[in-house]
């Protein structure tokens, strides 16, 4: 049986420019040519998680605009559950403009629109089964969807923002970037779930209270594009737990399906499908 995940999260339309080197600050850059993606971490751990075999359901809010249908394409072309994504007459969708390099290196500047106006009180009072947060919504909405979750809740501390406690607290699963390790400091091994940090390319480790679980590298492949590598890493992290698979086999499946998201462009069109991943992780 499949596992049944709710992912309350952003939904961004990503501009894509890809060039041979990335601008310093103040520096212009030519030559690049533009994609547009749908995107957003919400929206990426969404469709990751669907890839991956999951029931998945999307609570997100865009705006009353085009770019929304643009956005929200593929979740509705591949049967995420979007009846709890609501359109803010009053915002736009949110836009990523997202810089890429020849190595598959980028730099990111979100305008969230609707996003950053997703209060608390527009969340459902309950929310059953698995919970997958990210903080791309305001701190205090991803602090209320996770305390009204039953089940087995993971958040994704991206990017670094201050946090209510219980953000820490109730997490079963916390998945951070080295960056992103470093800004929580010492509070993130004080919280009692897993911790999982990512390194690139060097891999991740599986934590609780400071003490290393597990570890797990990624397969080599060529980098193309890293946008959406730690959002499936996210996704498919949880669903490998959910499933009941071993810490490590865990972390090597969530390595293996954030190394395949890397080496095709694009945040959404590179998220991997579960034959894949189960192909390359073996
Ligand atoms: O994690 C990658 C995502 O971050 C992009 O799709 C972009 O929308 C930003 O939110």
Redesign the pocket.
């Known amino acids: 049986m499949s596992v049944r995940i709710t992912v309350a999260g ?1 939904v ?1 339309l ?1 501009l894509v420019a890809t060039a041979e080197r990335l601008p310093s600050p103040g520096e212009t850059v030519t030559g690049a040519t533009l994609a547009r993606h749908p ?3 919400g929206g ?1 751990q969404a469709l990751a998680a669907r890839r991956l075999g999951a029931e998945v359901a999307l609570i997100a809010r865009v705006g009353a605009d085009a770019m929304a249908g643009e956005a929200l394409a593929l979740l509705r072309a591949e049967g995420v559950d979007l009846s709890a994504c609501v359109a803010d007459p009053d915002q736009p969708t949110g836009v ?1 403009l ?1 810089a890429v390099d020849a190595r598959g290196e980028n730099q ?1 500047l ?1 305008a969230p629109g609707a996003n950053a106006a997703f209060a608390p009180d527009h969340l459902p009072t309950a929310i059953d089964g698995a919970l997958i947060c990210q903080l ?1 919504l305001p701190p205090e909405t991803v602090a209320r969807a996770m305390t009204a979750a039953s089940g087995f809740v993971c958040v994704n501390l991206a990017p670094a923002r201050e946090v209510p406690p219980e953000v820490l607290q109730r997490a079963d699963l916390i998945v951070v970037n080295e960056g992103e390790a470093a800004f929580y400091g010492a509070k993130l091994h004080a919280a009692p779930g897993l911790v999982a940090v990512t390194w690139g390319a060097k891999g991740a480790g599986l934590y609780r209270g400071g003490v290393l679980l597990a570890d797990a590298k990624p397969p080599k492949v060529d980098a193309v594009d890293t ?2 590598a ?2 499936t890493f996210v996704a498919a992290l949880v669903i490998a737990l959910l499933e009941g698979q071993s810490h490590a086999d865990a972390l090597a499946f969530a390595c293996a399906a954030g190394a395949l998201t890397a080496t095709r462009a694009g ?1 959404q069109p590179s998220l991997p499908n579960r034959a894949e991943v189960d192909r390359i992780g073996r």
């Open positions: 952003s961004n990503d995107g957003g971490k990426n990523a997202i990111i979100v791309e946008t959406g730690g959002d945040a």
